[in-house]
C-alpha cells in the first residue's frame, strides 16, 4: 500500500513538472484532448458593470477528472492568464463544490463530468467595449484518471453563449459573515455562521488556504468534527506538521468552501478569532445527542451498574468495610453514606470538570486519562501497596479502625474517593454515550452528567445509610470484621499486582527499580508505625505526613519515563492506528475492523480474549480479507484521542467495522464470539 501511494504521488509530481513554467510563452504544448475546454462569456462587456466569463471543461470520458484550485493531497489546480485590455480586471476564480477522491490514502479535491469555473472581469466605466480586441488567454490544468495523469494546458478566445445560469447555480455562494477560526494545538477549528433552520447534508470542509506557517498544513484526509448550536457550526479539521519549517504567525484570513451535500454548499472567508466549542452539541457522528434528562439517567444507571464491574472488584474491601461500618447508630449511619457519597460525587466531578477544562485548553483527553500517566499510576500502586498492608494488620490509620468503633467520616469520604478514582477506567460498557456527549456539550451540561455518575456509584451506600430496614440486614459489627478485614487482603493485593503489571507496560526498568526502592522504604515506614502503634506511643499523623511527603517527593522528582514498544503480539496481526492507515485500508476495497483498548481496560482486555483474540474470528477475517487496525491508548496519543472525539466517544474500548466501500459500524462496547465473523461473513 505504501507503494502503491508512493507510486501515486510520483506520477501526479512528474505530470505537475511537465505544466509549462511561464504561461506568458502562450504556446500549448500537450492539448486538451482528456478534458477539453473553451472560454464563454455571457454577453459582450457593458461599461461599469462585471462581465462575465467561464471556463467549460468537458472529460472526454467519465474516467477523467479535474481538480480544484486547491487539489489537496495530490493533483493540480488550474493556471489562468487573460489578455484583457488596460483597466479590465479579472477576479478570482468561482468554483463549484468539489468532491473528494481518496486514491492510496491521498485526498483529492475533484470534479467528475462536466463543470465551469466563473472568472468575473470589472469593465471600467469609460471603456471602450466597441472596438476592442478579441479577449484570449492560455491556461494549465491536470487530468487524472485513478491511475494515470497527464497535463493538460489550451490557447483560449472568448466566444458568446453557454449555459451560465446552470453553471452560476453551482457556483457556491459566499457567505455575507466573516467566519472565525483558531489553531488549537495540531487542531483547526472554525465557527461559521449559519441560519439554525438550514437543512444540513453530507458535510464537508474543503480548505482553500493550505500553509497554515510553522509547517501546518491540513490533514485532508483525516476525520473532520462537525458541532452545532443555533446560527454556529463549529468545524475542527486536524493538522499535520511538517518538519524543516521555521515559526511563522497564522495567516490573517482563510478561505475555503463548505459541502452541504448533493452539489451545494457556501463560500466563507474566516478571520483569526476565539471559536468557542463551548455550548455546541455534536452534529455529526455515529451517536446522536439526546435530550440531556436522558443523558442524566444514563449516567445515573452506569454509575448504580459500576458497582458490580470487575474492574471495581478490587476496591470492594473498601466498600464492604463501608457497609459494615454503616451497621452502628442512625444517625452515624447517615453521616458515613453523605461522607462516602462527597467522595465518590467530588472525585468523578472533579475528573469530569478537568478534562472539560483541559480539552477546551487544547489537549486531546478523555475519561480515565489519569492512567495514562506512569506518576498517577504509581501513587496509586504505593497506596494500594498501603491499604494491603493495613489490611494485614501492618498498622492502622486512625479513623478507620472497625471493631467496635465509631463510623469514620475522613474514612468514609477517602474510600469514596479512592473507589471513583480507580473505578474510572471500567465506566466504558454503560458510560459510552453519556460520557461522549459530555465532552461536547456546555460545561455545565457535562458536568452534570459527570457528577451523575458519581452519584449512580454511590447511591446504594447512600440508601443503605438512610433506609433504616435495608441497614438492619447487614452483620452485626464484632470480631468477625478484623478477620474479613484480613481477607480483603486478596483482592486489594490483587489490585496491587494489576498495577504493578501496568506501571511495567508504561514505565521503562530504571523507573519501576526506583519506584521499587521507594516501596520498600514505604513498608518498612509503615511496619515502625505499626510498632509504635502497639506500643501506644501514637504518632500517627507525623508518620503518615512523612508518608505522604515522601511519596510525592519520589514521584515528583523521578524523570520520565521512556515508553515501551506498545507491540503486543496478535492472533490478527493489526497495523497501529492512524488516520493515514485507516484511509489506505479503506481504499483499498476491502473490509476494515478497527479497535481501540488500553492495558488499563478491563473491559478492553475480556473483549480481547473472548471476541478479538480467537481462532474462529482470525480464520474469518482472513477468508474475508478484513485489514485489521489496533489503536492502543495506554499511553496519551493525541490523534487517538481526537479520533475518539469526532467517534463520539469518551474513552475506549472503541470498536469500528467498515464494511467494503462503506462507511463506519459502531458496535457494541461488549462483544461476544459470534459479533466479529458474523460481520466478515456478511457479503
Known sequence: MEALRGFWLALVLAAALLLPASLSAQEARFGDDNIAVELRSDGPPVPGETWMLALHFTPSSSEWHGYWSNPGDAGQGMELELNLPDGWEAGEPLYPVPQVLVISGLMNHIYEGDYAVLVPVEVPAQAAVQNIVPVSGFVSYLACTDRVCVPQDARLSVREGGDFRKWQAAVAPALDSVAGYEVTRDRLRVGIPLPADMDLGDLHLFMGTSDFGSGLAPDYAATQTFIREGDLLVVEMPLKRRDGFEASPLPERIEGILALGEGQGVRFTAEQRDVPLEGVKALRGPVDVPELWVLLLAALAGGLLLNIMPCVFPILSLKALALAKAGGDELSARRDALAYTAGVVLACAGLGALIILLRSAGEQVGWAFQLQEPRVVGALFLLAVAITANFLGLFQVPG????????????????????????????????????????????????????????????????????????????????????????????????????????????????????????????????????????????????????????????????????????????????????????????????????????????????????????????????????????????????????????????????????????????????????????????
Do not use: H
Not at 492472533?571 to 476495497?589: C, D, K, N, V, Y
Open 400 to 683: 478507620m479502625a472497625i471493631a467496635g468503633g465509631k463510623p469514620s467520616m475522613r474514612g468514609s469520604f477517602g474510600t469514596g474517593l479512592l473507589a471513583a478514582f480507580v473505578a474510572t477506567p471500567c465506566t466504558g460498557p454503560f458510560m459510552a454515550l453519556a460520557l461522549g456527549a459530555a465532552l461536547v456539550l456546555r460545561p455545565v451540561e457535562g458536568f452534570a452528567i459527570f457528577t451523575a455518575l458519581g452519584l449512580g456509584l454511590a447511591l446504594p451506600f447512600l440508601l443503605i445509610g438512610f433506609i433504616p430496614a435495608w441497614r438492619r440486614r447487614l452483620p452485626k459489627p464484632g470480631p468477625w470484621m478484623e478477620r474479613f478485614r484480613r481477607w480483603m487482603a486478596l483482592p486489594m493485593g490483587l489490585t496491587v499486582l494489576a498495577l504493578a503489571w501496568l506501571l511495567w507496560r508504561i514505565a521503562d526498568n530504571f523507573w519501576l527499580a526506583m519506584l521499587g526502592a521507594v516501596t520498600l522504604v514505604l513498608l518498612m515506614v509503615l511496619a515502625s508505625l505499626g510498632q509504635r502503634q502497639k506500643r501506644g506511643q501514637g504518632g500517627e499523623r507525623i508518620f503518615l505526613a512523612a508518608i505522604v511527603a515522601l511519596a510525592i517527593f519520589a514521584l515528583s522528582t523521578f524523570p520520565e519515563p521512556e515508553p515501551r514498544a506498545q507491540s503486543e503480539s496478535s492472533l490478527l496481526g493489526p497495523q497501529p492506528f492512524s488516520e493515514t492507515r485507516l484511509a489506505e485500508a479503506r481504499a483499498s476495497g476491502q473490509p476494515v475492523f478497527v479497535w481501540f483498548t488500553a492495558d488499563w481496560c478491563v473491559t478492553c482486555k475480556v473483549n480481547e480474549g473472548v471476541a478479538i483474540e480467537r481462532e474462529d474470528t482470525r480464520n474469518a477475517f482472513e477468508k474475508a480479507g478484513v485489514i485489521t487496525l489496533r489503536g492502543d491508548w495506554t499511553r496519551r496519543d493525541e490523534e487517538i484521542a481526537a479520533f475518539l472525539a469526532s467517534q463520539g466517544a469518551a474513552g475506549v474500548p472503541l470498536y469500528l467495522w467498515y464494511p467494503a466501500g462503506g462507511e463506519a459500524q459502531q458496535l457494541p462496547q461488549v462483544l461476544t464470539p459470534e459479533t466479529l465473523p458474523a460481520l466478515a461473513e456478511q457479503p
